[in-house]
């Protein structure tokens, strides 16, 4: 997909038609099909945190993901950290778009540490820093 940037200078406008791509991240359970909601945190080539093309909920530096995000990104080196939860093993590896890449999907299996609720521990936390219509 073509985007056209327009950029101030001097004289007037500069536009410049830039490349981008779409990345598409799913998460699964390390021996599952099927969707695994996660935090996913993509960090730019420039290290700034990249919000997600189909809107999910982004808070600070990561998206909520319910298993599937899509990106518009560009050619470069982004970083990618997938979060579950302390229960969860976190992942983290680049993710390269090279140039001219139209569409690039990436799948990241995650492993559970352990399962709590088998151990008899249920989660109660209500201390969220979010509103109530991202909870």
Same mark, same amino acid.
Request: proline share 7%; aromatic share 6%.
């Given at each position: 997909?073509?985007?056209?940037?327009?950029?101030? @200078?001097? *004289? /007037?406008?500069?536009? $410049?038609?830039? %490349?981008?791509?779409?990345?598409?991240?799913?998460?699964?359970?390390?021996?599952?099909?099927?969707p695994l909601p996660a935090r996913l945190h993509l960090a730019g080539p420039d290290g700034k945190p990249v919000r997600s093309?189909?809107?999910?909920?982004?808070?600070?530096?990561?998206?909520?993901?319910?298993?599937?995000?899509?990106?518009? @990104?560009? *050619? /470069?080196?982004?970083? $990618?950290?997938? %979060?579950?939860?302390?229960?969860?093993?976190?992942?983290?590896?680049?993710?390269?778009?090279?140039?001219?890449?139209?569409?690039?999907?990436?799948?990241?299996?995650?492993?559970?540490?352990?399962?709590?609720?088998?151990?008899?521990?249920?989660?109660?936390?209500?201390?969220?820093?979010?509103?109530?219509?991202?909870?």
């Amino acid at each position: 997909m073509k985007r056209i940037f327009l950029l101030p @200078v001097v *004289a /007037g406008l500069l536009a $410049l038609e830039c %490349e981008s791509a779409q990345l598409t991240v799913s998460t699964l359970p390390g021996d599952g099909t099927d969707p695994l909601p996660a935090r996913l945190h993509l960090a730019g080539p420039d290290g700034k945190p990249v919000r997600s093309a189909n809107n999910l909920p982004f808070w600070r530096d990561h998206v909520s993901s319910p298993g599937r995000a899509e990106f518009e @990104v560009r *050619a /470069g080196t982004y970083q $990618l950290t997938v %979060e579950r939860g302390p229960e969860w093993a976190a992942v983290t590896h680049a993710v390269e778009i090279p140039e001219g890449t139209a569409t690039k999907n990436v799948t990241v299996r995650l492993s559970r540490i352990i399962n709590l609720s088998t151990e008899g521990w249920w989660s109660g936390e209500t201390h969220i820093h979010r509103g109530v219509s991202d909870v």
